[in-house]
């Protein structure tokens, strides 16, 4: 896929307050100026507004202008497919819109969202793949050329350029991994031995509880045992005293016939007193009047007659027969009576104990009842079943945490075998060795053949026909240099060749700024026009000699700094 920066615009951002404007037309482009006046800000601005991110190691808030402060912005426009996009980006206030075709595409709930979206959808590439094609030696990870570098700083490199360091990075991953499952596993450990402690509780715990069902039935059935004959004697004491009811004689109630009786008896008494009293008078009459006891005075006077003092004892003595009579028959009646009240009693007491009889047989009834509808506590079966499925389950997990462990520490064995990264490493070597030594005999009269080993040293022949062996530092610089930059370039068509998304800008920032002479930047820039066709290479150098080449150049932006900030300026090429 070939994406065609058109223009990149950009205010307040970095050392740029007014609004600027650069244009990357196919061709070689110098852009000149002094140190920090704000050459490299051009590709921050293009880094910026594909990657909302600086290029360099700073952060986002030191993009803003220090002037302005605020409103820092950049449009990017670029062609992919015949579709033209433009991506606005900017900070105080934060904006990030994505035009196609100057149609607005809508944003996802998350920024981060439509940032990937920008990068898997439109561009399909990231910013490290942007770094390798865009930006020539973007991919050295030290400011030293190759030759310098010792044997780590090498492999450090070759990290970078054939992703030989994707095998450290997914060794690392791995470690990361197996460290978090060995962590995983030994808290699932943790976890199932707790859980199996809980499952032997439980399991005692419902041993016990079964054995107090068992004895909780087997008392419950004691109790209404017991109670059940406790009912039984009720019940039988209940039928003898219904016996006994039946056979009881009460008799009749006399009260009112020894009433009566005690009436006449009270009548009786009197009358006798009263026969007694005249019986009485008479005798005393006749004591103290012999002379005339029958006169008529002693009559008149009394009112008795003494003539009838015999009938009156004779009177007297039946009314006291009577009397006698009547008080045996009272005796009698109240003995009678006496019988009949205390027959009374024993019928209510009998009659008391067939009702409490009868209340302690429904006690038991109601007491058998609530014994019967008594059930023992329920047992936790349930957290038993729970827990042993989540044994199951963490034992499962632990299985598979165990095979995964097993396939990342065979994974990490695998990304540490040197004989894979030998196997790939030497597929890469001719490759970029091919491409050396093919730019080296573009820059004309470089009578030597360079080879990266194996073991990342390198090798250096001359071509003289007695093939004999060269050290670096004893080329001169000049020499030195062209292998220098046929390895830049050797990198940068690696990078190409195995990518499939291409960009039509390439940076070189200060790469000119060396010790080449003026054949050696001729043959330099030829080689970047010949080798790197319908691409804007931007040149970035505060180097003046180059300034003085302009007629090498297509296009010149010139850089200014003053008190208000930088100022680009195109001083060469279409306006």
Known sequence: MYIQITNIKFKNFMSYQDESEFTPNNGVILINGKNGCGKSSILEAIYYGLFGKPFRKINNGELINLTAKKDMHVEISFRIDNNDFKVLRGQKPNRFEIFKNDEIILQDAKTLDYQKMLEEKILKTNES???????????????????????????????????????????????????????????????????????????????????KKINFYTEQSSKIE?????????????????????????????????DTHKQSLQNLTTELVIIKQKLDTINKLKQSHKVCIGCDKLVELSGID????????????????????????????????????????????????????????????????????LQPPEIDYASLETMKEKETEILKSKKDIEDKIVDYLTFTELMSDKALKGQILGQSLPIINKWINFFLEK????????????????????????????????????????????????????????????????????????????????????????????????IISHNPEIREAEEVFDNIYEISSNVSGSTLKQIKGNE
């Open 129 to 211: 793949v942007f770094k390798q094609l865009v930006l020539l030696g973007a991919n050295i990870p030290t400011s030293k050329n190759f030759s310098e570098l010792s044997n780590k700083e090498r492999e450090e490199l070759f990290k970078y350029i054939i992703d030989i360091g994707i095998f450290g990075q997914y060794t690392e991953i791995a470690k990361g991994k197996l460290k978090e499952l060995k962590s995983e596993s030994e808290s699932l450990e943790r976890e199932s031995t707790s859980i199996v402690n809980l499952i032997k509780s439980l399991e005692t715990n419902i041993n016990i509880q079964e054995t």
């Open 226 to 258: 017991q109670l059940n004959s406790e009912k039984l004697e009720h019940t039988n004491k209940i039928e003898k005293i219904n016996q006994g009811i039946d056979n009881f004689t009460l008799g009749d109630d006399l009260s009112e016939t020894i």
């Open 306 to 373: 003494i003539n009838e003092e015999n009938n009156l004892s004779i009177l007297y003595n039946k009314k006291n027969e009577e009397k006698e009579n009547i008080s045996t028959e009272i005796k009698s009646l109240n003995e009678i009576q006496s019988n009949y009240e205390s027959n009374v009693k024993k019928l209510d007491t009998l009659k008391q104990l067939l009702k409490s009889s009868d209340v302690a047989i429904k006690s038991i009834d109601e007491k058998i009842q609530i014994i019967e509808n």
């Open 443 to 538: 820059f004309g009269n470089f009578p030597f053949l360079f080879t990266i080993n194996n073991d990342l040293s390198e090798t250096i022949i001359t071509m003289d026909g007695t093939n004999t062996e060269k050290s670096f530092n004893s080329l001169s610089n000049g020499q030195k240099l062209r292998i220098v930059f046929s390895i830049l370039f050797s990198f940068l068509k690696f990078s190409e060749e195995r990518n499939t998304t291409h960009f039509n800008i390439l940076f070189l920032d200060e790469v000119l700024d060396s010790s080449l002479d003026s054949e050696g930047r001729l043959e330099l820039i030829n080689i970047l026009r010949t080798e790197f066709l319908d691409r804007s290479i931007n």
